[in-house]
């Protein structure tokens, strides 16, 4: 990464601060921006986008959450980090779900100053030109990112799982942007859509002529050559069409229908599915040796549930798009974000996407409470558990894992835990643990979440 070209947007309004962090920076060779406040910070913005912003939690005026939320209208990808000399733990929790990427507590390491930065700006920098569908900050889904920029410089098949609204396409998409195949198509057939005759002919083409009439459809491999084709739902495919994708994959050629000669296939597939394979594996509706093919690498993309902390910052960035297309300005409140943030996405990101949508063209006003959206995503059950929830959750588990290992033996089960029997009793009977269900000879099935 050449440093020099990184720009770093400086917010406080102590002006010792900013001398002694301004020359940190300039060492490792960015190019640091300073504002003394939040207006002036904004200011800033309109003159040149930096690539990182070091904002001080606590300024007159604007301070520095409001100053997040500003940049996130108009900036919704601009990395910002949160400084503040007061480490308490409502502060944390307001920058972070306010959509923060890190918080950093004065006086800042140099080291941990450093490493900050450069983690995300190199994040960014791995993105560029073609992963930029993916707005996140969640270290799984850069994780998963990462597998596929790598990947993506191969010419290996690749099966990507995830539920509906994950991004599968989004990702194949990136994963054939990165790729030396770039330049030429990307083709795209969902198999669920179509029926075996029609998807047949989509993919090998067909030749017909009659009464001096020549009707010549050469199909998407041909089409796509030297590019890629993306299967979606690949586990609905029929299994004849299976076998000709199979010969594909192995020996880069097929007979297209109508053609006594086999025609050559320069071809990279990408595949989705939504987890279904193994089971239609098993009922004999899909082959082993095809999966065997597609899965050469495997990435699964996370739920929307499993990056939460990803929801404000969708959600800013969407809004970005709908105001640059024309639509009027809206804005969340914090309690409508709060709902946002904990409600159960089934649909993941494309269903955030329409929530959001729903909310701004029915929103009376700028502001978008919590009554609207709770209206709008049906009244749905908190998803994300309360902390005491979670513990006592994870405890009552804890338990009766222990109690399988040690066949319901109480001592045996408490030495593990490192507890005394009276203390380990005590636990049981809290979390409502019969310890007689995993006795040796009394289990009839592996134990369950009765709760």
Known sequence: MNMTQKSILLVDDDDKLLRVMTLRLESEGYSVIVAGGGDEALERLQERRPNFVLADLRMPGMDGLELLSHIQVQCPDLPVAILTAYGDVPDTVRAIHSGAVDFLLKPVERDKLVECIRRYLVADEEAEGWARGFVTRSPLLRAVLGDARRVARSDAAVLIHGAGGTGKELLARSIHAGSARTNRPFISINCAAISTEALERELFGDCHHSAGVHDDHIGLFRAADGGTVFFK?????????????????????????????????????????????????????FRQDLYDRLNVVSLQLPALEQRREDIPLLTSFHLSKMIAAGAPRRYFSAEAMEVLTTAAWPGNVRQLFNVIDRNAALARAHVIGAAQVRQSIGEQPVALPQLDQARSEFTRNYLRQLLEVAGGNISRAARLAGRNRTDFYKLMSRHGVDPSRYKSGERGAPSVNRT
Do not use: H, M, Y
């Not at 007979?255 to 009922?283: F, H, Q």
């Open 233 to 285: 739902n690949i586990g609905i495919l029929p299994l004849e069409l299976q076998v000709k994708l199979l010969q594909v994959l192995q020996d880069r050629e097929f007979r297209p229908p109508g053609e006594l000669g086999s025609a050559a296939v320069d071809v990279r597939v990408l595949a989705a599915t939504c987890d279904e394979l193994p089971a239609r594996i098993a009922a004999s509706a």
